[in-house]
Structure formats: structure tokens, C-alpha cells
């Protein structure tokens, strides 16, 4: 026979969790485990017989259950049994189910009273049951006998905890009619976990062993020692029935019989026996399922609409229809071409907050990185001025010149010219590469179709280093042709008079005179060139440690504030003499630091010669680099490059004067150099690679794909691809599936609300009479709340969702003489 009273819910529960089955764990509606609680020979395993339909657990006096057994019920059309420790054998004799459990329990507990926490997990499929957990604990005892350790009560205590403290877990506290229930330990550690009674029923067994003129009446009406959910009777085999083979059927008759017969119980008989509970156990079920459904139809709802689009695409999708393979690689060249372009130019739908990529990564280099590396081949001060004297001498030979040779200014100008073709090949390279690591991320989205993915980017790389290299070879030309002809007669340049007056009055600092090289303008209103924090890392710990500052970098000066509304000032410093080094960055920290510091040697804040700043990222590094060269701060020269360029001792008057007016024509020239190479460089690679390569892919990628005449093959999906296309599909079914379910089962079930909170403080703490020769004898000794449960490994083979709960609020137990060890942690249940 089956448990008719969940016969109802029986076929949409099935249907809903049948259509999620396919859907993953994420989807999954976890229903609520059933665990009885009791002690020694209070009849839990009886009620647990009578809950499934069968006789199958192991009977016997004293401690019958000595590990917890996890009895998980699947709905099949089939009726057998499976145990975890032995996968692939099917017991379709429930006698040869009650013996496997006692050979298992003796396996690990001996044949002698032992107990074990490790679990013995049991599935029994029947088309009489609902897909839930229920579990059988052994009773708890306070005396050890046979091989129990001393500590058997707190062992026993611990197994319960680690199932009852689990929020979806209804507690049934199985208490015999002929004990005291004021005392019942059961009801005590559902009250320690449960302490609004919202998820504990009273079970109250053995109603027909009771003393003749006594009854339970009032606790069974809930009058005496009131719980919130109330008490229901049971009356189960007794062990002379189980020795008859007395059915469970029969069993059931006679229950039903016994509190229809008796005068104390006739009244409230149709809410007493084994059918009453089911149907409170079943209705328990279907509220938990109705509170759960509004927000699970809402997390499938979800899912559903975020897979909608893909699945509209998918279903069109058919592998053996050779013009949906064409429609579909017409769709994704068209497709790679719009997110090549959106990356590009800075207009994607999905904008990374993370790092630069695409186009601002390629902004970066031509605004920051590739002014930086020119900086990287500015002449110094002292080594120019030594090779226009030597230019000058040589251009003399054994003469003495009168006039200032202009071969001198062009051979010098020349070399300048000349030593910009590295930078500028480096900055194609940057750019190339970047590039690249574009059409990686776009490409990445033809992974369904691998050979389509690998012949895409190897026509489209080919395109890259085809107009790198024209790039290259257009930039080397421009370079060539500023070569080939040196323009005196240019509107920016000064001239040969002009260059006079500028070295009578020139007193300016040299690397002013560097900036007008690179093209940096200065002018004498403050201009704010970079904002942003930066950390002093410097500063020792005694002084505060290292702080975090909003900086301001200006044409004159390097300000920083408490915070970023930049009312209080904290410093203000002058970039005149300032110089930029490079810091190491440190094995611990994840900074990355650069400095400043004044080139005569004096304190750039308070008593420091270097002011070290940290930054998060290389990037913001970068930027703060390429600024500071903008204001005129440039980074510091090795050592051994300063004391080869030492300075030139002029013993002739006349030739000082020809170098500084030599070295301020160059000065002059190159300047008009650096604006135009800075101004075309970017022009130049975006009209050539970056401009190419999108018009590229967009108007011949398609037409190179066709070319190879291997359509039909590059539009073979992986099989990865394929087994994801086909999950999709079946997962979006069984969404709508789950979604109609739901929607059948709000409509056919109702909900019984709780019962309104009662005074349980009858319940005490738990306490114990330790023997007459312990220390404590003749004196109560009162034990706190159950201990806790252990923590449980969630990836052990039953593991929960939900995880165990932590108890709150509970004291520590007093510490008594039987000695104490903890138990091994036991798997969840799910």
C-alpha cells in the first residue's frame, strides 16, 4: 500500500521537477526532509513504516538504529531499493533491505551497541511517493551499554543536531504515551532548534500501552503542555504483530479502530493516526512548495527570458540545411564586423569598467605612450652642445672659421630626424598589437565553429601585417622626406639673425627648452594638465604611513588635497628643477610607484629629497608619466651617461658662440619636427591600418571566406557547440514546462496558515542525574541547550543546498565528568 493522502500533489510535483531534472541544480526546488526524533524504543521507525508503506527497518529492544539512516523517496513507476554503498543493485525484496541495513550497521558499529554518525543513504523508488528526505536517527539514551563509549548521550545528541538544525527539516518529536512528556528530550532539542515550534509536531506513540484509567487526553488536545502545531496520536505494531507479520494495512484498521473505540480519544479521532499525519506532513509539503513559488516563478521567469533570444536563434539553426549555414555565416560576419567597429570607436553595448581595450587603448598610446617614447630619444643638453662642436671643428678641418657653418646645424638636424624612425616603428608595433588583441576578443564569439573561427583570423591577421607593413614603409617615407630637404625658410623657424637675440637673452631652464622640443607650449596662466589620487608612499609609519591624496599636475606646479573636493590644501610644489625616476616595485606590494625629486638637490617636501607616488596600475602610471612630460618633467639620466656627456670646456670664445647659436637653430627646427611627426604619426596609422582593416572586414572578409570554396565545412559546429545548442533548446522547454506547472499547481492547492505561537516554556533545558559515587551526586546539575552541530562538508555525496544552519544564542554545557569528543562531521542531506 502507499501514502494515498499524497496521492494529489503526486503528478505535478513529478511533472515540475521531471521538466527541471533538465535544467541543472540551479533550478532545482529543494523540498523539505522529514527527521523523527525520540528516544530508545519510542516507535520512530514504526512511524517512519507507516509514512512509506512498507515493512523494511530493522526491529529489535534497546538501541535498534545505531546509525543515522537517510531514506530518500523517488517517485517511479517501478517499486525497489538502492543503497548508496552498493550503486547498480537493485533490492526489490524490502526484507532484503531490512538486512542490508543491519549488515551495514554492524560493519561499521560491531554487533554490540556501537554507534556510528557516518550515514547509511537509502533511495526507495515507488509510484506511492512524493521526491523528498526522510531520516530515521537512533534514539536517544543516556546510559552506555554493550561497546557505547561514556560519552554516548552527547555522541547520539550531535548525530540529531547535524540534521534537525537545518531550516527545511520538519521535526517530528516522538514521545511514548507512558513517559513523562514535561521530560521528553525529544521536544527539548526540537525547542533548542526550533524555538517558535514553527517546524515541530508532536508524535505521541504507544497510546494503547498506556495504564488502564489513564489517558493523554489533554496533551493530545493540546490543553496540557501546549505546542504550536499540537500532537498527534500514533498507535503502531507491537512486536508481537511484527513477529505475526501483521501488514501495515491491517495495522492501519486497528489504529483506526483503537481511537474510534476509546472513549477519551473518539472526538478527536479524525485528527488522531498514521493517515492524519500524512496529511499534516503532505500539507506542510504543499505550503512549503506555494511560499516558495512566487519567487522560484520569478527566477524562471528570468532564466526563461534570458534564453529566449538564443534559443530563437538556435531553432532556426539547422546543421543540414546549407542555406541557413550560409544565412548564419553571412549573419556572423556581419555580426564580428559591427563589434570590431563598436571596439574601435568606443560605442559598444557592453562597456568594460575593468580595463582600456579597443580604441581607448589604442587613444593611450597615441596621446600618451608615443609622446613618452620620444621623449626617450631627446638629446641631452650637454651631449648636443659637444657633438655641434665637434661638427663645427670638423667642418673647418685645419682652419679657423669665421662664420658659423650651417653643414654644422644640418648634419645635426639629421641625426635628430634619423633617430625618430625607432620610436616610430615601435608605436606601429603597439598599435598592430592592439589591433590584434581586438579581433581576438570579436573572433572569440565564432567559437561554435572552429574551422570558421580559425580561417577568420588567419585572414584577418594577414590583413593586419599587410598594412602594418605598408604603415611602416609610409611612415619610414615620411621620416625620409623631412630628410631629404632641411626647410630654413619655414614660418615657425627662427633663422640665423633671429637665433642671436634668442641666445643674448636665453636664461631659460633647459628643460623648458626640452619641452618646446617635443612641442610642449607653456604658457603663463595656469593650465591643469591631470587630476587624480595618488598614494605618498614614502612617508614613514611614524609620521602617519603612507596616505592617499587628490593631485592636481598644472604647468607650474604639482598640488595635492585631503580629498577630492579640494578645499584643503595639503601642498603646493613648483616643477622648476623637478626630475622623474623610476621606483622598483616592492615583492609585497601591489603599487606601482615612480618619483620625483629636485635636480640641485633640496628638499621637495618637508625634509625629503624624493617624493615617492603610487598609483593601482601600470595604465594610470603611463598617464601620469606622459603629464608630467607634458609639464616639463622629465625622467632622470643613468649616472654614467651624465659623466660621459660631461660638460665641454670652451677655450675659444668664437666657437661657444657658433654651437649656442647652432644649438638653438637645431632647437628651433626640431621643434617643427615633433609637432608635425606627432601630428601625422596617428593620422597616418589610422588612415592606413586602423581605417583598412575595418573597411576590411567589413566589405572583403566575406568575400576571402567564399573564396576558399569550403562554405558547408567551416559551418561544422564542435561538439561542444552542438551538445550546448541542444541543452539550450531543452532547457528553454522545460522552463515554459516548469512555468505551466507552477501555474496548475497554485491554482489546485491551497494553503493552511500557522498556527498562532503558544507558551512552551514547559520545555526546560536539557539535565541529567549523574550515578549516586559521581562528585554531583544529591545535587541537580543543569546542562544547557544541545550542542551545536559539527560544520558539514556541502560536497559530500548528500550534500544539501541549503547547508545547516547555525544556531544562535545557545550556552555553553557545563562541563560534567564523562569526557568529551567530537564526532566526524556527517554529509548534508538533501
Given at each position: 500500500?502507499?501514502?494515498?493522502?499524497?496521492?494529489?500533489?503526486?503528478?505535478?510535483?513529478?511533472?515540475?521537477?521531471?521538466?527541471?531534472?533538465?535544467?541543472?541544480?540551479?533550478?532545482?526546488?529543494?523540498?523539505?526532509?522529514?527527521?523523527?526524533?525520540?528516544?530508545?524504543?519510542?516507535?520512530?521507525?514504526?512511524?517512519?513504516?507507516?509514512?512509506?508503506?512498507?515493512?523494511?527497518?530493522?526491529?529489535?529492544?534497546?538501541?535498534?538504529?545505531?546509525?543515522?539512516l537517510i531514506l530518500q523517496l523517488l517517485n517511479s513507476s517501478a517499486e525497489y531499493g538502492e543503497f548508496f554503498h552498493c550503486k547498480g543493485r537493485k533490492f526489490t525484496d524490502f526484507g532484503d533491505i531490512r538486512r542490508e541495513i543491519e549488515s551495514e550497521t554492524r560493519r561499521l558499529t560491531g554487533s554490540n551497541k556501537?554507534?556510528?554518525?557516518?550515514?547509511?543513504?537509502?533511495?526507495?523508488?515507488?509510484?506511492?511517493?512524493?521526491?523528498?528526505?526522510?531520516?530515521?536517527?537512533?534514539?536517544?539514551?543516556?546510559?552506555?551499554?554493550?561497546?557505547?563509549?561514556?560519552?554516548?548521550?552527547?555522541?547520539?545528541?550531535?548525530?540529531?543536531?547535524?540534521?534537525?538544525?537545518?531550516?527545511?527539516?520538519?521535526?517530528?518529536?516522538?514521545?511514548?504515551?507512558?513517559?513523562?512528556?514535561?521530560?521528553?528530550?525529544?521536544?527539548?532539542?526540537?525547542?533548542?532548534?526550533?524555538?517558535?515550534?514553527?517546524?515541530?509536531?508532536?508524535?505521541?506513540?504507544?497510546?494503547?500501552?498506556?495504564?488502564?484509567?489513564?489517558?493523554?487526553?489533554?496533551?493530545?488536545?493540546?490543553?496540557?503542555?501546549?505546542?504550536?502545531?499540537?500532537?498527534?496520536?500514533?498507535?503502531?505494531?507491537?512486536?508481537?504483530?511484527?513477529?505475526?507479520?501483521?501488514?501495515?494495512?491491517?495495522?492501519?484498521?486497528?489504529?483506526?479502530?483503537?481511537?474510534?473505540?476509546?472513549?477519551?480519544?473518539?472526538?478527536?479521532?479524525?485528527?488522531?493516526?498514521?493517515?492524519?499525519?500524512?496529511?499534516?506532513?503532505?500539507?506542510?509539503?504543499?505550503?512549503?512548495?506555494?511560499?516558495?513559488?512566487?519567487?522560484?516563478?520569478?527566477?524562471?521567469?528570468?532564466?526563461?527570458?534570458?534564453?529566449?533570444?538564443?534559443?530563437?536563434?538556435?531553432?532556426?539553426?539547422?546543421?543540414?540545411?546549407?542555406?541557413?549555414?550560409?544565412?548564419?555565416?553571412?549573419?556572423?560576419?556581419?555580426?564580428?564586423?559591427?563589434?570590431?567597429?563598436?571596439?574601435?570607436?568606443?560605442?559598444?553595448?557592453?562597456?568594460?569598467?575593468?580595463?582600456?581595450?579597443?580604441?581607448?587603448?589604442?587613444?593611450?598610446?597615441?596621446?600618451?605612450?608615443?609622446?613618452?617614447?620620444?621623449?626617450?630619444?631627446?638629446?641631452?643638453?650637454?651631449?648636443?652642445?659637444?657633438?655641434?662642436?665637434?661638427?663645427?671643428?670638423?667642418?673647418?678641418?685645419?682652419?679657423?672659421?669665421?662664420?658659423?657653418?650651417?653643414?654644422?646645424?644640418?648634419?645635426?638636424?639629421?641625426?635628430?630626424?634619423?633617430?625618430?624612425?625607432?620610436?616610430?616603428?615601435?608605436?606601429?608595433?603597439?598599435?598592430?598589437?592592439?589591433?590584434?588583441?581586438?579581433?581576438?576578443?570579436?573572433?572569440?564569439?565564432?567559437?561554435?565553429?572552429?574551422?570558421?573561427?580559425?580561417?577568420?583570423?588567419?585572414?584577418?591577421?594577414?590583413?593586419?601585417?599587410?598594412?602594418?607593413?605598408?604603415?611602416?614603409?609610409?611612415?619610414?617615407?615620411?621620416?625620409?622626406?623631412?630628410?631629404?630637404?632641411?626647410?630654413?625658410?619655414?614660418?615657425?623657424?627662427?633663422?640665423?639673425?633671429?637665433?642671436?637675440?634668442?641666445?643674448?637673452?636665453?636664461?631659460?631652464?633647459?628643460?623648458?627648452?626640452?619641452?618646446?622640443?617635443?612641442?610642449?607650449?607653456?604658457?603663463?596662466?595656469?593650465?591643469?594638465?591631470?587630476?587624480?589620487?595618488?598614494?605618498?608612499?614614502?612617508?614613514?609609519?611614524?609620521?602617519?604611513?603612507?596616505?592617499?591624496?587628490?593631485?592636481?599636475?598644472?604647468?607650474?606646479?604639482?598640488?595635492?588635497?585631503?580629498?577630492?573636493?579640494?578645499?584643503?590644501?595639503?601642498?603646493?610644489?613648483?616643477?622648476?628643477?623637478?626630475?622623474?625616476?623610476?621606483?622598483?616595485?616592492?615583492?609585497?606590494?601591489?603599487?606601482?610607484?615612480?618619483?620625483?625629486?629636485?635636480?640641485?638637490?633640496?628638499?621637495?617636501?618637508?625634509?625629503?629629497?624624493?617624493?615617492?607616488?603610487?598609483?593601482?596600475?601600470?595604465?594610470?602610471?603611463?598617464?601620469?608619466?606622459?603629464?608630467?612630460?607634458?609639464?616639463?618633467?622629465?625622467?632622470?639620466?643613468?649616472?654614467?651617461?651624465?659623466?660621459?656627456?660631461?660638460?665641454?670646456?670652451?677655450?675659444?670664445?668664437?666657437?661657444?658662440?657658433?654651437?649656442?647659436?647652432?644649438?638653438n637653430l637645431v632647437d628651433s627646427y626640431m621643434s617643427i619636427i615633433y609637432k608635425t611627426v606627432r601630428d601625422l604619426m596617428p593620422k597616418t596609422i589610422m588612415h592606413l591600418m586602423i581605417n583598412s582593416v575595418k573597411e576590411f572586414i567589413s566589405s572583403e572578409l566575406l568575400a576571402q571566406l567564399y573564396a576558399l570554396?569550403?562554405?558547408?565545412?567551416?559551418?561544422?559546429?564542435?561538439?561542444?557547440?552542438?551538445?550546448?545548442?541542444?541543452?539550450?533548446?531543452?532547457?528553454?522547454?522545460?522552463?515554459?514546462?516548469?512555468?505551466?506547472?507552477?501555474?496548475?499547481?497554485?491554482?489546485?492547492?491551497?494553503?493552511?496558515?500557522?498556527?498562532?505561537?503558544?507558551?512552551?516554556?514547559?520545555?526546560?533545558?536539557?539535565?541529567?542525574?549523574?550515578?549516586?559515587?559521581?562528585?554531583?551526586?544529591?545535587?541537580?546539575?543543569?546542562?544547557?541547550?544541545?550542542?551545536?552541530?559539527?560544520?558539514?562538508?556541502?560536497?559530500?555525496?548528500?550534500?544539501?543546498?541549503?547547508?545547516?544552519?547555525?544556531?544562535?544564542?545557545?550556552?555553553?554545557?557545563?562541563?560534567?565528568?564523562?569526557?568529551?569528543?567530537?564526532?566526524?562531521?556527517?554529509?548534508?542531506?538533501?
Amino acid at each position: 500500500m502507499g501514502n494515498r493522502g499524497m496521492e494529489d500533489l503526486i503528478p505535478l510535483v513529478n511533472r515540475l521537477q521531471e521538466a527541471l531534472s533538465t535544467v541543472g541544480q540551479s533550478c532545482s526546488l529543494h523540498l523539505p526532509q522529514i527527521a523523527v526524533v525520540g528516544g530508545q524504543s519510542a516507535g520512530k521507525s514504526s512511524v517512519l513504516e507507516n509514512f512509506v508503506g512498507r515493512d523494511f527497518l530493522p526491529r529489535g529492544s534497546g538501541i535498534v538504529t545505531r546509525r543515522p539512516l537517510i531514506l530518500q523517496l523517488l517517485n517511479s513507476s517501478a517499486e525497489y531499493g538502492e543503497f548508496f554503498h552498493c550503486k547498480g543493485r537493485k533490492f526489490t525484496d524490502f526484507g532484503d533491505i531490512r538486512r542490508e541495513i543491519e549488515s551495514e550497521t554492524r560493519r561499521l558499529t560491531g554487533s554490540n551497541k556501537g554507534i556510528s554518525p557516518v550515514p547509511i543513504t537509502l533511495k526507495i523508488y515507488s509510484p506511492h511517493v512524493l521526491n523528498l528526505t526522510l531520516v530515521d536517527l537512533p534514539g536517544i539514551t543516556k546510559v552506555p551499554v554493550g561497546d557505547q563509549p561514556a560519552d554516548i548521550e552527547y555522541q547520539i545528541r550531535d548525530i540529531i543536531m547535524q540534521y534537525i538544525c537545518k531550516e527545511n527539516c520538519l521535526i517530528l518529536a516522538v514521545t511514548p504515551a507512558n513517559t513523562d512528556l514535561a521530560n521528553s528530550d525529544a521536544l527539548k532539542l526540537a525547542k533548542d532548534v526550533d524555538p517558535q515550534g514553527q517546524r515541530t509536531i508532536g508524535v505521541i506513540t504507544k497510546l494503547d500501552l498506556m495504564d488502564k484509567g489513564t489517558d493523554a487526553k489533554e496533551i493530545l488536545e493540546n490543553r496540557l503542555l501546549p505546542l504550536r502545531r499540537g500532537y498527534i496520536g500514533i498507535v503502531n505494531r507491537s512486536q508481537k504483530d511484527i513477529d505475526g507479520n501483521k501488514d501495515i494495512m491491517t495495522a492501519l484498521e486497528s489504529e483506526r479502530d483503537f481511537f474510534m473505540s476509546h472513549p477519551a480519544y473518539k472526538h478527536i479521532a479524525e485528527r488522531m493516526g498514521t493517515p492524519y499525519l500524512q496529511r499534516i506532513l503532505n500539507q506542510q509539503l504543499t505550503n512549503h512548495i506555494r511560499e516558495a513559488l512566487p519567487a522560484f516563478r520569478s527566477h524562471l521567469q528570468s532564466q526563461l527570458l534570458a534564453l529566449n533570444r538564443k534559443a530563437e536563434e538556435y531553432r532556426k539553426f539547422s546543421p543540414d540545411d546549407a542555406s541557413r549555414r550560409t544565412k548564419t555565416l553571412l549573419q556572423l560576419v556581419q555580426r564580428l564586423a559591427v563589434d570590431f567597429e563598436k571596439l574601435i570607436e568606443g560605442s559598444g553595448d557592453k562597456v568594460d569598467t575593468v580595463t582600456l581595450s579597443g580604441g581607448a587603448r589604442i587613444n593611450q598610446i597615441f596621446h600618451e605612450r608615443f609622446p613618452n617614447e620620444l621623449v626617450k630619444i631627446e638629446s641631452d643638453e650637454r651631449k648636443l652642445r659637444q657633438e655641434i662642436n665637434y661638427a663645427i671643428r670638423n667642418i673647418h678641418g685645419v682652419r679657423t672659421g669665421l662664420f658659423t657653418p650651417d653643414m654644422a646645424f644640418e648634419a645635426i638636424v639629421k641625426k635628430q630626424i634619423t633617430s625618430l624612425k625607432g620610436p616610430c616603428i615601435k608605436f606601429i608595433d603597439m598599435v598592430s598589437q592592439e589591433l590584434i588583441t581586438t579581433v581576438y576578443q570579436c573572433i572569440s564569439k565564432l567559437s561554435a565553429f572552429p574551422q570558421l573561427r580559425e580561417e577568420t583570423e588567419r585572414i584577418i591577421i594577414t590583413e593586419i601585417r599587410e598594412q602594418e607593413n605598408k604603415c611602416r614603409d609610409q611612415v619610414l617615407l615620411l621620416i625620409d622626406i623631412q630628410l631629404a630637404y632641411i626647410n630654413t625658410k619655414h614660418e615657425d623657424f627662427i633663422g640665423f639673425t633671429n637665433s642671436q637675440q634668442v641666445n643674448s637673452q636665453s636664461n631659460m631652464n633647459s628643460s623648458v627648452q626640452i619641452a618646446r622640443n617635443q612641442g610642449v607650449v607653456f604658457r603663463s596662466n595656469r593650465i591643469v594638465i591631470q587630476k587624480g589620487w595618488l598614494t605618498i608612499s614614502n612617508i614613514g609609519i611614524m609620521k602617519g604611513g603612507a596616505k592617499e591624496f587628490w593631485f592636481i599636475l598644472s604647468t607650474e606646479s604639482l598640488s595635492w588635497y585631503k580629498d577630492g573636493e579640494e578645499k584643503e590644501k595639503k601642498y603646493m610644489l613648483p616643477l622648476d628643477n623637478l626630475k622623474l625616476r623610476d621606483v622598483e616595485k616592492s615583492f609585497m606590494s601591489s603599487k606601482f610607484v615612480f618619483a620625483i625629486f629636485n635636480t640641485e638637490l633640496r628638499n621637495v617636501y618637508k625634509d625629503y629629497k624624493c617624493l615617492e607616488l603610487a598609483c593601482n596600475s601600470q595604465e594610470e602610471l603611463d598617464s601620469w608619466k606622459a603629464s608630467l612630460l607634458r609639464a616639463g618633467v622629465y625622467p632622470e639620466r643613468d649616472a654614467a651617461e651624465e659623466q660621459e656627456n660631461g660638460a665641454q670646456t670652451f677655450t675659444d670664445p668664437q666657437l661657444e658662440r657658433q654651437v649656442e647659436t647652432i644649438r638653438n637653430l637645431v632647437d628651433s627646427y626640431m621643434s617643427i619636427i615633433y609637432k608635425t611627426v606627432r601630428d601625422l604619426m596617428p593620422k597616418t596609422i589610422m588612415h592606413l591600418m586602423i581605417n583598412s582593416v575595418k573597411e576590411f572586414i567589413s566589405s572583403e572578409l566575406l568575400a576571402q571566406l567564399y573564396a576558399l570554396g569550403e562554405c558547408s565545412a567551416l559551418m561544422d559546429e564542435s561538439p561542444e557547440q552542438k551538445q550546448h545548442r541542444e541543452e539550450v533548446l531543452r532547457k528553454h522547454s522545460a522552463l515554459k514546462e516548469a512555468l505551466t506547472v507552477i501555474g496548475e499547481i497554485s491554482t489546485s492547492t491551497f494553503t493552511t496558515p500557522l498556527p498562532p505561537p503558544v507558551d512552551s516554556s514547559w520545555i526546560q533545558h536539557q539535565s541529567s542525574t549523574h550515578p549516586k559515587n559521581s562528585a554531583t551526586a544529591g545535587r541537580p546539575v543543569i546542562r544547557g541547550h544541545a550542542p551545536p552541530a559539527p560544520s558539514v562538508n556541502p560536497s559530500g555525496p548528500n550534500s544539501s543546498s541549503d547547508g545547516l544552519q547555525q544556531l544562535t544564542g545557545q550556552h555553553n554545557r557545563v562541563t560534567t565528568s564523562v569526557p568529551r569528543r567530537q564526532p566526524p562531521a556527517i554529509p548534508g542531506v538533501k
